[in-house]
């Protein structure tokens, strides 16, 4: 453990005196506002390891870092992890909305009662829930938030449990995560850190409260530090984001001095059919990788449907062999161990060239074993499964491209592994048919990937979170950065409803741009199969969109 004074910022960061008090802040709550790339998720990074190292949160007591989506979420606790080190990184708890809620309702679950009330082996399904059995992803937040208000036992519980609580993006909180985290943590002597940028609120159609920020100011007496820099955009992209904020919110304009500078670029491009798009697009990305941008850094963002929008792409980038995953048809899965390890065993089976993959297996199946003669025993087994089953998929007679010969060979390989050591995967498991149901998840994930072209090693580079560049929704971004970004169909089609609202999903979409922004749009996109509500087949450019892409 360190003296608060002997701590410096992690990775030799240079930390704004603002976001150094909201590092470094002893007891006192604190709302840091600021715009993209602002540093806001490293500043949390930046916090727990000075509240772990320093042992100010000491000792069992644990932080909790609260985000909106997987990937935040994912990226916040690695970076933790990778900065402070495992030990450290054990007592930092960082979920999503979701997951804290799912928590409460896995620890407290006898507190809910009357119709509320749920079996131990509950379920969580999309809709049409059986009352006891199951719960939809809409009831976590309100049954944690019942636990938290009616039951005394819980409150105390999850205040013993965190001395700090983190929240980012903290501008699209809605009324009720609000109340759960006033109900958990208002009379509390917890810490609370928020962070968020209102130019960013794009989540008002799902019950984002407006002004939430402030009325967190007001309510936990915090204080707020307001940070100046953007770390992530080079000066033309910042530019760009500049005149945005210049009509979004002119108080936050920066001055034109600190966005001097010729790095970036801006491109907007027009096209009469999503066909020339497809293409024209597919050529830049092949080019953009073989010039060595690597395809994590590459993202193709579309306001909404990109299984519809971004279909033709699809097409023409599997035609030039590259790599995508279309984040709307799949989910979350490889956060997920137990979709991971299926992934790695027919990665292993079908692609000579993962030594890496091979080891990974080994260690993950290996994990809990009892004993090192029960280990060593386990390895022998894995080796001669993995030796056949290489020659089953490689024989002459194996059809390739048959999702169902792929799913046996897979679920030999579980059996083995068996279902108590893939039950210790993860915690939650246990629980009914989790387990199961991942597994089954995880295959129909790569039957999908296996439709586009039959070959199983380019599927699971799609399924793969470093080898594949992305398509993803808006939503689904905030929060990333990637050094090139394609914005595809700036339409008036594709960007209506509220003329607030549009423009914060506009701007959350170009500020996730490093290096390289690319806007499109097309005259004409033909009905794609699978389209079932409206579509418009002509197109009109979102002309004032575009515009804020020209320098004056
Ligand atoms: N003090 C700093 N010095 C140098 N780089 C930094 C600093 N703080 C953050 N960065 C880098 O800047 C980029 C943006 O940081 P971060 O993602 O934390 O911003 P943010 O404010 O959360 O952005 P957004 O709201 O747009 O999601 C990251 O690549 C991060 O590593």
Not at 35 to 41: F, I, L, R, V, W
Not at 118 to 142: A, C, H, K, M, W
Not at 235 to 242: A, H, K, V
């Given at each position: 453990m360190i003296h608060p004074d002997q701590w410096h910022p992690v990775d030799g960061l240079v930390l704004e005196p603002n976001a150094l008090s909201a590092v470094t802040m002893s007891d006192r709550n604190v709302v840091v506002?600021?715009?993209?790339?602002?540093?806001?998720?490293?500043?949390?990074?930046?916090?727990?390891?000075?509240?772990?190292?320093?042992?100010?949160?000491?000792?069992?007591?644990?932080?909790?870092?609260?985000?909106?989506?997987?990937?935040?979420?994912?990226?916040?606790?690695?970076?933790?992890?990778?900065?402070?080190?495992?030990?450290?990184?054990?007592?930092?708890?960082?979920?999503?909305?979701?997951?804290?809620?799912?928590?409460?309702?896995?620890?407290?679950?006898?507190?809910?009662?009357?119709?509320?009330?749920?079996?131990?082996?509950?379920?969580?399904?999309?809709?049409?829930?059986?009352?006891?059995?199951?719960?939809?992803?809409?009831?976590?937040?309100?049954?944690?938030?019942?636990?938290?208000?009616?039951?005394?036992y819980a409150r105390g519980g999850i205040r013993q449990t965190y001395s700090h609580v983190f929240l980012d993006e903290f501008q699209d909180c809605t009324g009720q995560q609000y109340r759960l985290i006033k109900?958990?943590?208002?009379?509390?002597?917890?810490?609370?850190?928020?962070?968020?940028?209102?130019?960013?609120?794009?989540?008002?159609?799902?019950?984002?409260?407006?002004?939430?920020?402030?009325?967190?100011?007001?309510?936990?007496?915090?204080?707020?530090?307001?940070?100046?820099?953007?770390?992530?955009?080079?000066?033309?992209?910042?530019?760009?984001?500049?005149?945005?904020?210049?009509?979004?919110?002119?108080?936050?304009?920066?001055?034109?001095?600190?966005?001097?500078?010729?790095?970036?670029?801006?491109?907007?491009?027009?096209?009469?059919?999503?066909?020339?798009?497809?293409?024209?697009?597919?050529?830049?990305?092949?080019?953009?990788?073989?010039?060595?941008t690597?395809?994590?850094?590459?993202?193709?963002?579309?306001?909404?449907?990109?299984?519809?929008?971004?279909?033709?792409?699809?097409?023409?980038?599997?035609?030039?062999?590259?790599?995508?995953?279309?984040?709307?048809?799949r989910q979350d899965l490889t956060a997920e161990p137990v979709a991971a390890l299926v992934f790695n065993f027919i990665r292993v089976i079908a692609d000579d060239r993962q030594p890496d993959a091979y080891a990974e297996l080994m260690r993950i199946t290996n994990r809990s074993s009892a004993s090192d003669e029960e280990a060593s025993r386990f390895d022998g087994q894995l080796k001669r499964m993995v030796s056949q089953s290489r020659s089953i998929v490689r024989g002459s007679t194996f059809r390739t491209g048959e999702p169902a010969v792929w799913r046996a060979v897979v679920h030999e390989f579980l059996q083995l592994v068996s279902t108590p050591k893939l039950t210790a995967l993860s915690a939650g498991y246990q629980q009914g048919t989790r387990l199961d149901d991942l597994i089954e998840q995880a295959l129909d994930a790569f039957d999908r990937e296996l439709a586009v072209d039959g070959d199983a090693v380019q599927a699971l580079r799609r399924l793969s979170e470093v080898d594949a560049i992305r398509i993803l929704t808006i939503h689904k971004c905030k929060g990333l950065e990637f050094e090139k970004v394609v914005v595809l169909g700036v339409e008036e089609q594709l960007f209506w409803g509220p003329p607030t609202a549009q423009v914060s999903e506009f701007f959350v979409a170009v500020s996730r741009a490093k290096q390289h922004l690319v806007l499109t749009q097309t005259k004409h996109r033909?009905?794609?199969?699978?389209?079932?509500?409206?579509?418009?087949?002509?197109?009109?450019?979102?002309?004032?969109?575009?515009?804020?892409?020209?320098?004056d």
């Open positions: 506002s600021a715009g993209p790339g602002a540093g806001k998720t490293e500043l949390l990074a930046q916090r727990a390891d000075f509240l772990l190292r320093t042992g100010q949160c000491p000792y069992p007591r644990r932080i909790l870092a609260v985000s909106f989506k997987v990937d935040a979420a994912r990226n916040l606790r690695e970076r933790v992890r990778r900065r402070s080190g495992a030990r450290l990184a054990a007592r930092f708890d960082s979920f999503t909305f979701h997951a804290f809620a799912k928590r409460l309702i896995d620890n407290f679950r006898p507190a809910l009662t009357g119709t509320n009330a749920l079996n131990s082996d509950y379920r969580i399904v999309d809709r049409d829930r059986i009352e006891g059995e199951q719960i939809t992803f809409g009831d976590l937040v309100p049954l944690a938030l019942e636990i938290i208000e009616t039951n005394a109900a958990a943590f208002g009379q509390a002597p917890a810490v609370l850190t928020a962070v968020g940028d209102t130019k960013q609120r794009i989540m008002a159609w799902a019950g984002a409260l407006d002004g939430v920020l402030q009325t967190f100011a007001n309510d936990f007496s915090a204080q707020p530090l307001p940070l100046y820099q953007n770390f992530r955009s080079a000066p033309r992209l910042r530019r760009m984001q500049n005149r945005m904020i210049a009509q979004m919110d002119s108080g936050a304009v920066s001055p034109d001095e600190e966005l001097i500078g010729d790095a970036g670029v801006i491109e907007v491009l027009g096209f009469d059919t999503e066909h020339d798009e497809a293409q024209a697009l597919a050529e830049m990305i092949d080019g953009w990788l073989r010039e060595g690597p395809p994590s850094e590459i993202a193709i963002l579309v306001r909404q449907q990109p299984h519809l929008v971004a279909a033709a792409l699809g097409s023409a980038l599997t035609r030039c062999g590259i790599a995508f995953r279309n984040e709307q048809v033909d009905r794609p199969e699978g389209a079932t509500g409206r579509w418009d087949e002509s197109r009109t450019p979102h002309q004032r969109f575009l515009d804020f892409a020209h320098e």
